[in-house]
């Protein structure tokens, strides 16, 4: 199993910055891939972005191209997700995911095993 817990969700203008963490415990010794999702209310889940278990190679949804930057730190088994030029588009809860295995990228929700609780982004016009 592995957990994971999210952080650094509020409420911030728009063409703000924040910048959310996501910490991974349990059997995370064997690598894994990690995503960020979102879902607005009322809309499916969304891929945000992605990172290979190594941190090699990264791939994000066409929304947030050029605005997000996904980052992982494995010594201390965080993901992290750096969101600049904030959109009122970008409202929703924001969601950790990861799925065991020295992987390449997935940006598929059915694609991974272990899912966080989600952090509130509201972004004000």
């Known amino acids: 199993q592995v957990q994971l817990v999210e952080s650094g969700g509020g409420l911030v203008q728009a063409g703000g910055s924040l910048r959310l963490s996501c910490a991974a415990s349990g059997r995370t010794a064997s690598g894994y891939v990690a995503g960020w999702f979102r879902q607005a209310p009322g809309e499916e889940r969304e891929f945000v972005a992605a990172i290979s278990w190594n941190g090699g190679s990264t791939r994000y949804g066409d929304s947030v191209k050029g605005r997000f930057t996904i980052s992982r730190d494995n010594a201390k088994n965080t993901i992290d997700l750096q969101m600049n030029s904030l959109k009122p588009e970008d409202t929703a809860v924001y969601y950790c995911?990861?799925?065991?295995?020295?992987?390449?990228?997935?940006?598929?929700?059915?694609?991974?095993?272990?899912w966080g609780q989600g952090t509130q982004v509201t972004v004000s016009s």
């Open positions: 995911a990861a799925v065991r295995g020295l992987l390449g990228i997935r940006t598929l929700a059915g694609q991974y095993e272990y």
